[in-house]
């Protein structure tokens, strides 16, 4: 944030946006006694016994997403069937609890969300040890979508919170509603809750080298894990050409569950405790970052990939990096590693020592999918859910992305079986189209560059700021509190008014190139305008001056 005055900066500092799942605050029941019993809708049963058998025939089929819950499709609109409290300061709060037998975890796809500023939603589970939220308005989209991170536990509740000054204006309405029965939380480690991988695997922080170890430190952060609607995939942030920070997300084509807009993601769930190809079970990681929501940018299914534009929002706390690429598909390089999410575990990493191999083989019904072949890793090995990781060269570039393989564990060793992956270089330049080929959104402008480092999201933080900066403009400033605001980042922003003590005064979205701001309600003097970009992040503040 730039330094405006250095008291202000202090004062704004703990109420900037930041457009993913805050994970900050609680729902109003956990401080307040709400008068009503909410209300409970119960999902039917269904033939548990006979999904677990299709799975054992699908878990073993290349180019399969990994799938861990059973969906239930639903229409329920939260304040049609929730039960309504009113606060004493006027907010309505509505509650609406989800119950599945036996489920480990639930997640929701909302098919209507619509969310004013101000409007929080929670989820959490019956003894509150699982917390979800708070989901806002920067989650909302122009399709009016939603996909949810899992909550532990058979009985979730929903917790939707209406400020006073915003009521009616929200709608909310789920379609769907994921039964957990594959545990990929901690919500059971005697039901191996988070080890549903096999025991050759290595967490992340395992070491793979001196050659590589620093280097894989820091392309950890590049990984996220997919849930799509009762399956699962991995998947890496990816750096362009710009190194601007847009939040471009490399997978596999073949990860395809539901549309992207109802997709979640979680980065950096990192055992702190690593477990390297034992018996020992890995321990879990408090972290929670998770954020929403996805637009499908480029597909093809030659080499088998997906380019994603994560529209959510990230976190310059969450420490996160965006990997870089070599699309030269030249000389295999010495050796290749793999990061990524087995059966749905927590993160990670595997090494074959070999050059790997180029070959075409029949892949969804191509018969001559570009790939490269992993003979049999040396370390650890890859599942389903590893589905769309990266496969990084020696220099910690990504050269593909997981298609598929035979490769699996046996006991704590692996089964000496090959995995193939699509090759970048394949999806770099594949069709003439935006919707086919990944030059087009990863090299913009043509520069024509072959091979290209990873950057830390901190150091794009710097940049964009400067140029959101340039590209937000407030006039006339001062005004009698009618300003016009040019916006001309081509994304969605996010503002909050802050008075000159620090107090917030006003919060709002700037999702037009022009905007009018009123704020001639306000009292004259000086304010600042907090603005955070919800693609990526980038915060300012804008000093303005009500002059009546």
């Known amino acids: 944030m730039k330094k405006i005055i250095f008291f202000a900066a202090l004062c704004l500092c703990s109420f900037i946006v930041k457009a993913q799942v805050t994970n900050q605050g609680n729902p109003a029941s956990f401080s307040m006694v709400l008068q009503k019993t909410a209300s409970e809708i119960s999902m039917p049963s269904f033939d548990l016994e006979k999904i677990k058998e299709e799975d054992k025939v699908n878990d073993q089929i290349m180019g399969k997403p990994y799938r861990f819950g059973h969906e239930f499709k639903v229409d329920l609109n939260i304040k049609k069937e929730g039960t309504l409290d009113v606060l004493p300061n006027?907010?309505?709060?509505?509650?609406l609890g989800i119950y599945s037998k036996g489920a480990k975890t639930l997640n929701f796809v909302f098919n209507k969300y619509k969310v004013p500023t101000g409007a929080t939603i929670y989820l959490y589970n019956d003894d509150k040890s699982d917390v979800l939220g708070a989901y806002t308005n920067v989650f909302n989209r122009a399709d009016e979508m939603l996909g949810t991170w899992m909550v532990a536990g058979e009985k979730v509740w929903i917790?939707?919170?209406?400020?006073?000054?915003?009521?009616?204006?929200?709608?909310l309405n789920l379609g769907r509603v994921i039964h957990g029965y594959r545990s990929i939380t901690d919500a059971d480690v005697q039901e191996k809750a988070l080890n549903d991988s096999g025991d050759c695997?290595?967490?992340?922080?395992?070491p793979v080298g001196a050659d590589f170890d620093d280097i894989k430190d820091r392309l950890k952060h590049s990984v996220a894990?997919?849930?799509?609607?009762?399956?699962?995939?991995?998947?890496?942030?990816?750096n362009n050409v710009n190194n601007d920070g847009t939040p471009y997300f490399l997978t596999a084509n073949h990860c395809d569950?539901?549309?992207?807009?109802?997709?979640a993601f979680r980065f950096?769930?990192?055992s702190p405790n690593p477990s390297c190809s034992t018996t020992t079970p890995s321990t879990d990681a408090p972290v929670n970052q998770t954020t929403s929501g996805a637009t499908r940018l480029a597909t093809n299914s030659e080499s088998d990939v997906r380019l994603l534009r994560l529209d959510g929002g990230l976190n310059d706390l969450w420490d996160l990096e965006f990997a870089g690429w070599d699309r030269s598909g030249n000389t295999p390089p010495s050796f290749t590693i793999g990061i990524h999410h087995p059966s749905g575990d927590i993160m990670k990493v595997c090494r074959e020592n070999n050059p790997v191999t180029k070959t075409a083989i029949n892949f969804n019904g191509n018969t001559s999918t570009e790939m490269w072949n992993v003979a049999d890793w040396d370390l650890g090995v890859t599942e389903g859910g590893s589905s769309g990781s990266a496969l990084f060269d020696s220099n910690g570039r990504i050269i593909g992305q997981l298609a598929g393989g035979a490769a699996a564990c046996n006991g704590t060793n692996d089964n000496n079986q090959f995995d193939v992956y699509g090759r970048f270089d394949?999806?770099?330049?594949?069709?003439?189209?935006d919707a086919t080929r990944l030059s087009n959104w990863l090299d913009p402008d043509n520069t024509g560059v072959t091979v290209l480092n990873s950057i830390s999201y901190n150091t794009v933080l710097g940049v964009e700021e400067n140029k959101l900066d340039s590209e937000t403009t407030f006039y006339p400033n001062p005004s009698n509190g009618i300003f016009n605001v040019a916006n001309?980042?081509?994304?969605?922003?996010?503002?909050t008014v802050f008075s000159i003590t620090g107090k917030k005064v006003g919060a709002g979205e700037i999702a037009d190139e022009n905007t009018v701001l009123n704020m001639s309600s306000n009292v004259s003097g000086v304010y600042f305008v907090t603005i955070t970009n919800t693609s990526n992040s980038a915060t300012i503040s804008k000093k303005v001056v009500i002059n009546k």
């Not at 917790?159 to 709608?171: A, C, F, L, T, W």
């Not at 695997?201 to 395992?206: A, F, G, I, K």
């Not at 894990?225 to 990816?238: E, R």
Request: charged share 15%; aromatic share 14%.
């Open 90 to 95: 006027g907010d309505h709060v509505y509650r």
């Open 159 to 171: 917790e939707y919170r209406e400020p006073k000054n915003v009521i009616g204006q929200g709608d």
């Open 201 to 206: 695997n290595q967490d992340v922080d395992c």
């Open 225 to 238: 894990f997919i849930i799509m609607q009762g399956f699962v995939c991995s998947g890496n942030l990816i």
């Open 257 to 263: 569950a539901g549309p992207e807009s109802t997709w």
């Open 268 to 270: 950096n769930w990192i």
């Open 426 to 433: 394949i999806s770099w330049n594949f069709g003439t189209t």
């Open 488 to 495: 001309n980042s081509g994304s969605k922003l996010t503002y």
